[in-house]
T-cell receptor
Framework: AQTVTQSQPEMSVQEAETVTLSCTYD???????LFWYKQPPSRQMILVIR??????QNATENRFSVNFQKAAKSFSLKISDSQLGDAAMYFC?????????????FGKGTKLSVIP | NAGVMQNPRHLVRRRGQEARLRCSPM?????VYWYRQLPEEGLKFMVY????????ESGMPKERFSAEFPKEGPSILRIQQVVRGDSAAYFC??????????FGQGTRLTVV
């Protein structure tokens, strides 16, 4: 079974600064997907970024980028130029590539605070 | 194209009552997933359904919980004889086969 670990329960960052959220995972599979989701107080789960394990290039979406280290099973999220609206819970998630195993396995989350 | 719709948003039940949570997937999506989020926790997978089929229910408690996704109508997560420990936020997500899943806003169940 796959597991996802987020070792930082809480993080804070000054507005306009950069912050990195950590995530490690354990799997015996070679093909899979990794995701970062944002959950603001509204509880809506919002996909921030996704990474396919077979792609060596790190995914980027505007101010959000990842550092994917497949051998180390590490998948960190970097938020640049942090904004007040970035304050939320962030969840790292794993999804298998195997047919019939499309459910997500989530970490426990990191609560990000943005200081004005 | 409306997103994944869950209702109700909030549900209060007394211990021993039944809770029915509904999820209407996005148009064109035939795969539905249910997750449970306890306070201060991440989402935990419960069940994966395709129209009229349960694909994987490995995360469902063995008793009192059931789920269905009929040919017509929304997916239903049913909890019989609710207990205080069932209080949580329940999320539904939908997708096309193998594609990215989109989440609903969740149903917060409170058992009093």
């Amino acid at each position: 079974a796959q597991t996802v670990t987020q070792s930082q329960p809480e993080m804070s960052v000054q507005e306009a600064e950069t912050v990195t959220l950590s995530c490690t995972y354990d799997t015996s599979e070679s093909d899979y997907y990794l995701f970062w989701y944002k959950q603001p107080p509204s509880r809506q789960m919002i996909l921030v970024i996704r990474q396919e394990a077979y792609k060596q290039q790190n995914a980027t979406e505007n101010r959000f980028s990842v550092n994917f280290q497949k051998a180390a099973k590490s998948f960190s999220l970097k938020i640049s130029d942090s904004q007040l609206g970035d304050a939320a819970m962030y969840f790292c998630a794993y999804r298998s590539y195997r047919a019939g195993s499309y459910q997500l396995t989530f970490g426990k989350g990191t609560k990000l605070s943005v200081i004005p | 194209n409306a997103g994944v719709m869950q209702n109700p948003r909030h549900l209060v039940r007394r211990r021993g009552q039944e809770a029915r949570l509904r999820c209407s997937p996005m148009k064109g999506h035939s795969h539905v997933y249910w997750y449970r989020q306890l306070p201060e926790e991440g989402l935990k997978f419960m069940v994966y359904l395709q129209k009229e089929n349960i694909i994987d229910e490995s995360g469902m408690p063995k008793e009192r919980f059931s789920a269905e996704f009929p040919k017509e109508g929304p997916s239903i997560l049913r909890i019989q004889q609710v207990v205080r420990g069932d209080s949580a936020a329940y999320f539904c997500a939908s997708s096309r086969l193998g594609d990215e899943a989109f989440f609903g806003q969740g149903t917060r169940l409170t058992v009093v």
